[in-house]
Nanobody
Framework: QIHPVESGGGLVQTGESLRLSCLAA????????MGWYRQPPGKQRELVAA???????IYSDSVKGRFTISRDNAKNTVYLQMNSLKTEDTAVYYC?????????????????WGQGTQVTVSS
């Protein structure tokens, strides 16, 4: 495995919840920052949430208060709990491994994207 692997996407209705998982590829997961991005249809990829190796987190304004990013170093996995889903959350969600986390934000590792998982929220 050379890229992270996302899972957990699906079709839900507005107001429902999903939890995405990302199994990291690297052997240094515990010291890597991780990020979740999404790409809505016809739009650019955008940062949703990121978590540092010390479990500090940042969120985009559009998901703050609804989404929670977390990590389990024993399982080499990062999660994205998505609650109160809206139709505008519909997108392909991507995991990024080993980017740069700072107070200015998360900057992705361009060599380490997952294949993405589709999240569709219907009204």
């Amino acid at each position: 495995q050379i890229h992270p692997v996302e899972s957990g996407g699906g079709l839900v209705q507005t107001g429902e919840s999903l939890r995405l998982s990302c199994l990291a590829a690297g052997s240094r997961f515990s010291i890597n920052a991780m990020g979740w991005y999404r790409q809505p249809p016809g739009k650019q990829r955008e940062l949703v949430a990121a978590i540092s190796r010390g479990a500090d987190t940042i969120y985009s304004d559009s998901v703050k208060g609804r989404f929670t990013i977390s990590r389990d170093n024993a399982k080499n996995t990062v999660y994205l709990q998505m609650n109160s889903l809206k139709t505008e959350d519909t997108a392909v969600y991507y995991c990024n491994e080993g980017g740069t986390y700072s107070l200015r934000g998360y900057f992705p590792n361009i060599r380490s994207w997952g294949q993405g998982t589709q999240v569709t929220v219907s009204s």
